[in-house]
């Protein structure tokens, strides 16, 4: 465990997990990955212990990912609203739980488990036991989260993360990303889906692999083969190549190239963020969770990075 010295962290307690040549470090607030090395080597753009998560880096998006418009929706006949997070949008963002300090319930020296109940409140009148597992092993990093509805009521549930993927050394116009999803959401200047493109043949289909040489990308994909899917980063020089993997509970992924990051992150690494369900779901209800009164959602993810041959 490691406090980032006098005074503590800004982030609170910093859990430090090791194994299989990987180390993580995992945050009490927010419950989120801090950082992310294989064999010493940078695998996450993540930040110190002394800063406040910038962009979202690393970040647990509960109970919804992405935004909602104007922070409305119905569920169930009636309607609630939740604070605007992202006030310059007239959105709420990313969820309840960033910020919030989560507990440990499991620590061992290449695992942690964090809890966190989120209380009913005024926009989200439900009470929800969320519980994240962190583990490093020689598959590298894997997640997995659970949801538990506490409350008499069902309740509308999504969940996402936020981790920023680099190959140290490589720009990332020079990075191939790959990605098997068929199509993408068109958004309006609030970053709010008005319907949806086909990616096939196009600039933004990366089923085969495509450079980001001139790419900006703050974009939902989705429509995934069944099964589970994965997001790959890779070096065609290096040979180096960092993926996030993603089991079948997670139907979206959005890919942010970090172009509107301030510097010295502008454009640093590449945000691939597993998501359940598409920006504004709680609006459009697709591929929304609903959790029944005592019923648990599960979900896992993961990490995995490889060193240029001969390294």
């Known amino acids: 465990m490691d406090d980032g010295g006098v005074g ?115 926009g989200y009148p439900w009470t929800l036991r969320l519980a994240t597992t962190w583990a490093v092993g020689p598959d590298g990093l894997r997640v997995r989260h659970t949801a538990t509805n506490r409350s008499g009521q069902p309740c509308p549930f999504g969940l996402g993360v936020h981790p920023y993927l680099m190959l140290p050394g490589t720009e990332v116009a020079d990075l191939t990303l790959t990605l098997g999803a068929r199509n993408r959401l068109l958004l309006d200047a609030r970053m709010l889906p008005i319907g949806a493109a086909r990616v096939a043949g196009g600039e933004f289909d990366f089923t085969a692999g495509r450079r980001l040489a001139g790419t900006e990308l703050d974009t939902a994909f989705g429509d995934l083969p069944p099964g589970g899917t994965t997001a790959r980063l890779a070096d065609q020089g290096t040979g180096a190549a960092v993926e996030v993997w993603a089991d079948e509970a997670f139907r979206w992924w959005q890919v942010f190239t970090g172009h509107t990051l301030p510097r010295p992150r502008t454009r640093r690494s590449v945000a691939l963020e597993p998501m359940t369900c598409p920006p504004d779901a709680f609006h459009s209800g697709r591929d929304l969770v609903t959790l029944a009164p005592g019923g648990t959602w599960s979900g896992a993810w993961g990490v995995r990075a490889f060193p240029p041959p001969g390294q």
């Open 8 to 122: 503590g962290a800004v982030s609170g307690t910093q859990w430090v997990l090791q194994g299989g040549g990987y180390r993580a470090v995992v945050v009490e607030v927010g419950g989120g990955l801090r950082n992310l090395c294989q064999g010493g080597r940078e695998v996450v753009d993540g930040y110190g212990p002394q800063e406040i998560a910038p962009g979202g880096a690393g970040q647990v998006l509960a109970p919804w990912p992405n935004r909602i418009r104007d922070g409305r929706f119905s569920f169930a006949g009636r309607s609630y609203q939740l604070a605007l997070s992202e006030p310059a949008q007239h959105n709420a963002i990313h969820g309840l739980v960033r910020w919030a300090p989560w507990r440990p319930v499991a620590v061992a020296p290449d695992t942690v488990t964090l809890e966190y109940v989120l209380p009913a409140q005024v």
